[in-house]
């Protein structure tokens, strides 16, 4: 036509060669990333070098930089990821139980539907304003300056039960636990929706019920990947902050929550393990937190320590994840 | 239709059988031509020794059972198999007398030359005119009053152009399935290919687009040449003035398409032919 | 005879029929039995369990519930003997007002200020995080090979799961004494705070990156094949395809992910929090020290604030905006999204 042969080709080149300087553009955006955090783990690691020691795991908080410790942010963190983990499983894998297998597909299971993934987006700070209102002060219906508690009596020991709540493990654990469910809520659902009908169908034809058939077969089948979305979602759990920060956790605490300042010590003081739930507390986040914010330039140093300690959790609980994920990927393709 | 008069009217390299070594009748009456073709997906030969001369300015058509790589065939001539990982090629592939797998060659340039239409009509999700200026554009065509004019000319050679002219800014993606398939013609021949590949252009679509398409196909041969695959043998006798027939990746036998339907030369055509298989 | 023996043969067969009627009726009688749903603690067991379950998966309603009656608590309506907010401030104050000062003996509250933080940092944010993630998203689904996708994926995703405060420690400790202040006060003579929106938004941009590069990643794989095939066969490069075909084939997904991401920087707290500093301030200029809605209700719930203050319940009441806000922007984009998932699946 209108254009010759070599109109086209000299603009070919040109075309070839702003192909060329995009595709550059596409692989630096992408390294750049890679390499922000690449020098944010460095720069974190510096900071940190020599002041990452057993003093700084076995101390306290301390006003003076060289003596504190992330003992107390540690337990907290440690209590919370296991009361926020009693509280998720049930409800979020029933949740996911019940909408994937049991809901009939309706105008009602569309709005949970919805409505969980609006949860999920959600600022975190919002759930801590939830928390505050609900768990720790329980709308200001205990008021009163004497606070009122519910003794419940186990075999070794007795738990007391603060009304209200106050800023207690529990009630952060339910503030965390609200704030990672939706998340659990669809990990769970996609490891259900992944077992094949195949498997479903055959436990039907035999004549199990429908309960039977999600107990004995679907939730076996799709338990790895339910694994795994707790595990990645606890991970996120232990680096929240501001949830805690609105419920009240404190930020210079020198003490663990039940008294319990080691392993062994788990073992050995049952009534700390009662008595712990309803301690108040800190975690790591917070204490990092609290650091950064002092003026005095060591604490930095002692926030990086922090840092390394929480990042080293989160790369283990991650690593974990996967690895449960690869292993019984191979286990169920045999 | 065709008469058996136009039957004669056509290239004397006919017959063409995979055991002989043509000459190439190189700028003046073949388009392509493959010699020893062979073609790997990973380690899986699919096409074997296929060497064949497809004449300018006429229908070829590709027949044979699913699986015996004729669509494979046809997406070597513009090198589209290479979008798929892991695939080679051996033997030549010759576009007027060029091979296009010399590592000279640009690929964009090639396949701006050949125009494809697929099984499936695959519109972009962009109106009518939008869809069929692509190729100029992406070529570098600006000026939009030219634009406009290969646009009409393009629809009216696909005979789409009286049902979308006043819809020319609405998405593509309203028109029937016939209209989409005639879309995506127009859009080939909108860069000015010499060479119209068609991967079983209506297989997926009612008899009457079918027969549209037909005519259409008819009527473009004056210009362009075709090549078309097809499973529906009718239409091969319908529309194509040569057939190939493949079967297992093998170019069983290549001729005149009223002799391959009325008497073939090998015993597999004549069995494929009759139904017997397939 | 014959009609009476028939007759009687007649009876006897019918009799005879009735009988095996009879018999066959109490046969299938026999089998509706075995087969009837009976009430039994077996099914009442299942029962049980189903309700359970079901009690679970309206718990998210309640969640629901319970945040927007805890956000209209104390600023909408009054809890607790206390006047609610907005009963102290009027509407028009609220979201006109240009001061921001609860603290102080005269009080403002006006949220304007908070507002004017809060989307220069997301607006910082969103000019860092988009387009990195976008072309991430790009160069992953277009032009990445296998195994550098293995590699470079989740080592994306690793930036998403490091916690806000590390974020927020390294905005302040690096990005403004070693990037942002070398370039903008030395070299150039602006003035730069030590907290301040820049380098906020520089790290809540980094961290909304993987979102963006994830679900954009998502929407332009969703792009069936056969039309980058069909691009390809026109004669197109590369660029022509991933720019003028996919790209705009998956441009709803791409803006879904884009709110997302936004909707995120919004409601980011730690990072803000520590970067941004705590003095409200109506300025666009991104090197001074702002507060964010977010940094705000974080300040109070830290302060010694008495609880049924009017500066207490500021705090719900900032909260309330901040929750419609963020929930506009996710109806949005979940919105956009199911119309592209529409168009691919």
Sequence with gaps: ?334 | MMTLKSFDNFVESDKTSTSEVSQTDVGTRTKFETRNLCFYYSSTKALHDVSIQIPKKKVTALIGPSGCGKSTFLRTLNRMNELIEGTRQTGEVLLDGVDVYQSRIDVVLLRKRIGMVFQKSTPFPKSVFDNVAYGPRVAGERSKSHLKEIVEESLKKAALWEEVKDRLKDSAMALSGGQQQRLCIARAIANSPDVLLMDEPASALDPASTARIEDLIFQLKKNYTIVIVTHNMQQAARVSNLTAFFFEGELIEFGKTKEIFTNPDKKQTEDYITGRFG | MRISSNEGRELKISKSLTDASLARDEIVKRNFSSLEKKITIFSMKERAIYLVLFMCGVASIATTIGIIYVLLSNSVFAMGGNEAFFEHVSLVDFFTDTQWTPQYAEKHFGILPLLCGTFLIAGIAALIGMPLGLGSAVYLSEYASLKSRKFLKPTLELLAGIPTVVYGYFALVFVTPYILRPIFQDLMGFSVDIFNATSAGIVVGIMILPTVASMSEDALRAVPRQLREAGYALGSTKYDVSVRVILPAASSGVVASFMLAFARAIGETMAVTIAAGQKPSMTLNPFRSVETMTTYIVNVSLGDTPAGTVEYQSLYAVGLTLFCITLTMNLVSQKVLSRFREVYE
């Excluded at chain 1, 003093?55 to 963190?77: Q, V």
């Excluded at chain 1, 926030?303 to 994840?321: H, P, R, S, W």
């Design chain 1, 1 to 334: 036509m209108k254009k010759t042969e070599r109109d086209f080709s000299t603009h070919l080149k040109k075309r070839h060669f702003a192909g060329r300087i995009f595709k550059s553009i596409c692989c630096a955006s992408t390294w750049t990333g890679i390499v922000v955090l690449v020098v944010l783990l460095v720069a974190v690691l510096w900071k940190a070098w020599g002041w990452l020691d057993w003093d700084y795991l076995s101390h306290y908080d301390s006003r003076h930089p060289e003596n504190a410790g992330i003992l107390a942010g540690f337990w907290g963190s440690f209590w919370l990821a296991i009361l926020t983990t009693l509280f998720t499983v049930p409800i979020g894998v029933g949740a996911a139980v019940y909408l994937e297998e049991f809901a009939p597909n309706s105008r009602l299971t569309r709005f949970i539907q919805v409505n969980i993934a609006n949860l999920a987006g959600v600022p975190s700070i919002v759930y801590g304003i939830l928390g505050l209102t609900f768990f720790v002060r329980m709308f200001d219906l205990f008021q009163g300056d004497q606070d009122k508690e519910i003794e419940i009596f186990l075999i070794l020991t007795s738990v007391k039960i603060p009304l209200p709540l106050g800023r207690t493990l529990v009630a952060g654990a339910l503030t965390l636990s609200l704030l990672i469910l939706p998340v659990v809520i669809v990990a769970a659902q996609e490891a259900l929706k992944a077992v094949p009908s195949s498997l479903q169908n055959a436990s039907l034809a035999l004549g199990a019920t429908r309960w039977q058939t999600v107990k004995h077969h679907i939730i076996p089948s799709a338990a790895p990947g339910i694994l795994t979305g707790i595990i990645l979602s606890i991970s996120r759990a232990i680096g929240e902050t501001a949830p805690l920060v609105m419920i009240g956790a404190l930020t210079y605490v020198a003490f663990s929550p039940g008294d319990i300042e080691s392993p062994v010590q788990l073992v050995t003081n049952p009534q700390g393990i009662a008595k712990a739930p309803f301690d108040t507390f800190t975690a790591m986040p917070l204490q990092i937190y609290n650091w950064v914010s002092r003026p005095k330039e060591e604490y930095r140093h002692v926030a990086a320590a922090g840092i390394v300690l929480m990042l080293v959790f989160l790369l283990a609980m991650n690593a974990t994840a996967i690895f449960l994920r690869h292993h019984f990927k191979k286990k169920l393709q045999l």
